[in-house]
């Protein structure tokens, strides 16, 4: 499995970002995928992930600003973040994991900054 992560960047607090992964390979369901961030110093932690039957999860400090959204059909995931705060400051990585071959990968990150 490759996961293709796009998006990211620099903004202001309060501004929005939309992050999104491809993942291509053998996307054997059922499977989740989502966002995890690592900030420096700190431990990754996850941010939101989607199962392909469409539940999602949200850390405790994002819910109500972030979404996260699927398409099976084009095995993409996105990361819609709106009001967005220093603290989200991190590398986003992209994640896809199946519980059926307990197979587990990561895309290349992407840095999110945010400025106050």
């Known amino acids: 499995v490759q996961l293709q992560a796009s998006g990211g960047g620099l903004v202001q607090a309060g501004e929005s970002l939309t992050l999104s992964c491809a993942a291509s390979?053998?996307?054997?369901?059922?499977?989740?995928m989502g966002w995890y961030r690592q900030a420096p110093g700190k431990q990754r932690e996850l941010v939101a992930d989607i199962s392909s039957s469409g539940l999602t999860n949200y850390r405790d400090s994002v819910k109500g600003r972030f979404t996260v959204s699927r398409d099976n059909a084009k095995n993409t995931v996105s990361l819609q973040m709106n009001s967005l705060e220093s603290e989200d400051t991190a590398v986003y990585s992209c994640n896809f994991r199946s519980p059926i071959t307990r197979s587990n990968y990561w895309g290349r990150g992407t840095q999110v900054t945010v400025s106050s």
């Open positions: 390979g053998s996307l054997f369901r059922p499977n989740v």
